[in-house]
């Protein structure tokens, strides 16, 4: 049976892919045994990220994407390639695009190497989870992230950025102009998506995420330790250090656990909280005392659902706003418009509120062509459990597609010649949906926490912007990498200026 499942997963499985593929036209650069693509794919990103690029220009997609453009310009706009033994279809049809992330949220999903890859980082939490699991883990998750929940998270956002506010005014006092903000921001995302989970700024909180971003660190080269079948259980440095790791932070993900059940059982409260993991226990206990054993939420997948959140939840959400700031302090004419526009929307200098969110119109385009210019995540996949149709397509089953969005935003063909220009402008009249503009993908399975994102990337700009002037710093060097996400390569750098009185 092992030979047999063996010769399947490494020979006959992708042959028989590869063939129906061929029949319908869709081709691709030749893998070679066991890895595929990968190091054409890694030669050409070292090609052409080696050095940084000769000006603030937004046209980033030959250099984190070479991989697409090259094949693209051979094989169309489907083509296919191997990352290791899984294909991959890579799809750039809006029409495409919109069937794949609105149907099939049932049949497609993780592809076991993405899984493997997160494994001891975010385990079974909502972002790796397939199909039944999946529905039952977004219908647990996804309250917290909506109405009147999520209302109730602006006062912490406002406090973690006045706290931020504060130690920048500190350090302009002692003297000091420059500022690298990348740093700060996710910071200042990670105080507040750690105050989101467990309520207080507890020690403990801040020592879990302080060792999840160093196995999430570990885990971003997984790729390169999985090429060899069966590596994973190698006794190697890097994997005794991620179980390490991992052990660390499930350690004191249970105390914190333990002691709210403790307080339960003493008397001391009613409930196991209302944060995000208080929320979690709640149901667990709920499900327990209504003798639910249908889906099952266990400890395990709570303490993945924490490590999910935490990972998707900070990251990203501090690239949006470091891009946004980079291009504002390039682009002063949009910077003072918004800042105006924060002005008159918060009178007398008030600190914003819930209210005033959906009157920040200009700032709102400027989030939108920061995201569409500098999406955090640049790729979507999606794996075919089944065998599928998209469009005139006959997808097999293990198939992977992946959705190039960075690639997508880019298109001249979409968005017309001015394509990678900053021109918040062209998110004056309408909202892009469909598969055109979709930095938190698109259908069921997309980024539950959007509502959170836009809430506090709006909050904190509309802070920062009240109180400080931005100018790109002489020492930035436009330099965007692609580690999982879109993140400039030495931060970004920029002078602060303090705007001490009200301008109307
Ligand atoms: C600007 C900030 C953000 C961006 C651009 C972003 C983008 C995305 C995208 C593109 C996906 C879909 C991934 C895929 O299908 O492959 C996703 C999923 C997800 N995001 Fe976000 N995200 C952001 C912020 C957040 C925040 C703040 C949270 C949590 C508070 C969050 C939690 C999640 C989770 C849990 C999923 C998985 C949803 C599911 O599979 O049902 N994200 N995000």
Redesign the pocket.
């Known amino acids: 049976k092992i030979a047999y499942d063996t010769i399947s997963c490494y020979w006959l499985t992708p042959r028989r892919i590869r063939k129906k593929m061929e029949k319908q036209g869709v081709r691709g650069p030749v893998p070679r045994p066991l890895v595929g693509n990968i190091l054409d794919v890694a030669a050409l990103l070292a090609k052409s990220t080696a050095k940084d690029m000769s000006s603030i220009d937004h046209n980033i997609v030959d250099r984190l994407l070479p991989h697409y453009t090259t094949w693209t310009k051979q094989y169309g706009k489907r083509f296919i390639y191997w990352n290791g033994m899984e294909p991959r279809l890579c799809l750039a049809e809006t029409e495409l695009i919109k069937e794949v992330l609105s149907k099939n949220s049932n049949v497609c999903g993780r592809s076991w190497l993405q899984r493997q890859g997160t494994k001891h980082f975010i385990g079974k939490?909502?972002?790796m989870?397939n199909g039944e699991d999946?529905y039952h883990?977004?219908h647990i998750?996804a309250p917290s992230?909506m109405g009147d929940k999520l209302k109730s998270y602006a006062g912490l956002m406002v406090e973690c950025t006045d706290k931020l506010i504060q130690s920048l005014e500190t350090e302009l006092d002692s003297g000091r102009t420059e500022f690298e903000i990348a740093d700060y921001m996710k910071q200042l995302?990670a105080d507040i998506?750690s105050r989101?989970e467990f309520d207080a700024n507890s020690d403990k909180g801040n020592q879990i995420f302080h060792l999840l971003t160093l196995l999430q660190h570990l885990c971003a080269q997984a790729s390169r330790h999985l090429c060899l079948p069966g590596s994973r259980f190698f006794p190697s440095k890097y994997n005794r250090e991620i179980k390490s790791l991992k052990m660390e932070v499930e350690r004191l993900l249970m105390e914190i656990i333990q002691s709210r059940k403790d307080g339960v059982e003493i008397g001391r409260s009613t409930c196991y909280g209302s944060d995000l993991l208080g929320m979690l226990l709640n149901e667990m206990q709920r499900k327990k005392d209504d003798g639910d054993n249908g889906f099952s939420l266990n400890l395990q997948l709570i303490m993945d659902e924490c490590k999910?959140?935490f990972f998707?939840?900070?990251e990203?959400?501090a690239?949006?706003l470091t891009w946004t700031i980079m291009l504002l302090a390039t682009n002063p004419n949009w910077q003072q418009k918004v800042r105006h526009e924060v002005n008159q929307v918060c009178h007398n200098g008030a600190t914003p509120s819930v209210e005033h969110l959906s009157k920040f119109t200009l700032l709102n385009m400027v989030i939108n062509e920061s995201?569409r210019l500098y999406?955090?995540?640049t790729v979507?996949?999606?794996m075919a459990f089944e065998d599928i149709k998209v469009g005139d397509l006959e997808i097999p089953k293990g198939l992977s597609i992946w959705i190039p969005?960075l690639a997508i935003h880019h298109s001249e063909e979409l968005w017309g010649k001015d394509v990678n220009e900053f021109k918040p402008e062209r998110f004056a009249s309408k909202p892009f949906s469909g598969g055109r503009f979709?930095?938190?993908?698109a259908g069921?399975?997309?980024?539950?926490?959007?509502g959170?994102?836009?809430m506090?990337?709006k909050i904190i700009l509309a802070m920062l912007l009240s109180k400080f002037s931005f100018t790109i710093s002489d020492s930035y060097r436009h330099a965007p990498v692609s580690v999982l996400t879109i993140q400039p390569k030495y931060g970004v750098q920029v002078y602060l200026t303090p705007i001490n009185s009200y301008q109307p």
Do not use: D, K, Y
């Open positions: 939490g909502l972002l989870a999946w883990q977004r998750v992230f995302t998506i989101t999910t959140f998707a939840g900070h990203t959400t690239l949006l995201l999406p955090p995540a979507l996949p999606r969005v979709i930095p938190f993908a069921p399975r997309n980024c539950v926490g959007q959170f994102a836009l506090e990337a």
